[in-house]
């Protein structure tokens, strides 16, 4: 068994528009490096290669909560370090927590001669969100140790399903603004009309039979989102201009990366990824926001010893 | 070309448990027979072979005013009589009006050589919608014609995307008490929860995922409505006793098929799904309520000429 790995930890984008705390997309970059190492006493110790402050108390680190949780299903006396390489930000809406939980855990089950299964993993790694957003929820960690698209079909009990979509390659824009994930979700309304409800349901439906019949046009024409989208723009600058430009530009379609400020579009072409890459830029470039953008594709393996 | 053809106009099921106002699934049985013939003269004549009073304006009948929609599109001087055969009984939930409108312009599009393609033969079809419960809806039309199971992920634009599955039995029962589609409609809360609606799009996601997938376990979980059916099944007594009991018997899920009163049951086994059409039997004799069962698969191809 060897006592020390090195994974990638890749970023996630949730929600997929219509597919709010359900759907969930694994991207091949940005990523995270973790260094876990096995330890033989039962301590955790994390710390951040890049000089980054974490909390001393591994319970309060979303790499560190999951890790408890799983040395509690453990009878041997170990103990793991993490270092954590961090280019995922924190805050840009593209699973930075996720990516430290499930990393640590599919780390530390690959030290471990791997005895847990994905969905153990994915049990341990809410807790990381938990300690981030005070939400277990489960969209980014999901594809983040499955890989590619999941559907979170239920939390009570935990039913995940993987789903295979065709090649596509993803735009991402992250506009360096602060939308905190607790405001972006305390601006929702509990309820909902009915009527869009149903609006809702028919695109995820759409969308879910687009990926599974590699349907592209099925896809872009799902990728609508009548409930929560129209409220959270509102907090991210530049939104329709890039969603509209990035459209005529032949993108698919695509909008919020979790609750933001990150922007996505999914597309059929490279080029047109290259193409809404540059409309990004420019329209961020224009508004004055600092930005970071991405060329990549689905990540089918989510993270990977390396 | 011929001068007058026959068809099997089948009953279906619409909303398919989560997916209310936009799944719907053609049965092999029951079916109304139609037979439909060509005119020279711009006149619609319909009438029951089984002396059901009929409104004498077709424009008023569920067959005439999709006709009246598709004669608007063509040029020459024809017009058609329609006789129909009625098998499924108006107000059982079984899409009873669908089958006459769905009949109606398939027939008649076969007797004018294919002119017109299912998505124009499902927008004339939706006005007989219209003309029996006020709505032009398309949950059961779009089954009716296309045949198989059918998500309508949009009504403005017509979108309709037909839905491979795998074999599956059905059992269905209906009990012969009245619930009037503007009731049960009525009854619907036009707001609902917006964690509510989240679990009814992870269940419609899993359902497509689990048809289009062939993961029977999968479909099962997803027959979960958590908005309709609460309220909806009061209206039907042995609602709970025949769900459950179904279920323990070894039925993926089931439930209301349309707004009711007939319910129905998906079966991975034939022999389950006869037994779950046993339950039924003994679950409404013991209410002292007629019934009529059926134990049918999914028809794949919608309403044909015999």
Redesign the interface.
């Known amino acids: 068994m060897p006592k020390k790995i090195r994974v990638h930890c890749p970023a996630t984008i949730a929600n997929l528009v219509?597919?709010?705390?359900?759907?969930g997309l694994c991207l091949e970059a940005p990523y995270d490096i973790m260094e876990v190492s096995l330890l033989d006493e039962p301590v955790i110790r994390i710390s951040s290669a890049d000089g980054y402050p974490l909390p001393s108390d591994p319970a309060q680190n979303t790499a560190g909560a999951p890790l408890i949780e799983m040395m509690k299903e453990i009878e041997e006396n170990i103990g793991f370090e993490v270092v954590i390489h961090k280019h995922i930000k924190p805050g840009s809406g593209l699973g930075s927590s996720a990516a430290s939980a499930a990393g640590a855990v599919v780390a530390a089950n690959k030290l471990l001669g791997e005895r847990f299964s994905n969905e153990d993993l994915l049990r341990f790694a809410m807790f990381g969100e938990k300690v981030a957003s005070g939400v277990k929820h489960a969209d980014n960690v999901a594809p983040c140790i499955y890989g590619g698209i999941t559907?979170?079909?239920?939390i009570h009990p935990l039913?995940v399903?993987a789903?295979s979509a065709p090649e596509l390659y993803v735009t991402v824009v992250h506009p360096q603004i602060e939308v905190k994930t607790s405001d972006a979700r305390q601006i929702?309304?509990?309820?909902?009309?009915?009527?869009d409800?149903?609006?809702?349901?028919?695109?995820?439906?759409?969308?879910?039979?687009g990926f599974?019949?590699n349907d592209y046009a099925?896809i872009g024409?799902?990728l609508e989102d009548v409930?929560i989208e129209p409220v959270r723009s509102i907090l991210i600058p530049g939104f329709d201009e890039v969603k509209s430009l990035c459209k005529e530009a032949g993108a698919l379609g695509g909008g919020i990366s979790g609750s933001g400020p990150s922007l996505f579009m999914l597309n059929q072409e490279e080029s047109i990824a290259h193409k809404n890459e540059e409309i990004m830029q420019e329209v961020f470039k224009k508004l004055g926001i600092e930005y970071k953008t991405y060329v990549t594709k689905v990540n089918k393996n989510g993270v990977v010893e390396v």
Chains 1, 2 share one sequence.
Request: aromatic fraction near 4%; charged fraction near 25%; include cysteine.
């Open positions: 219509c597919g709010f705390d359900v759907l559907l979170i079909r239920s039913d399903v789903l929702l309304r509990k309820e909902v009309l009915l009527k409800a149903i609006k809702q349901w028919g695109n995820i439906a759409g969308l879910v039979a599974l019949k099925l024409r799902s409930i």
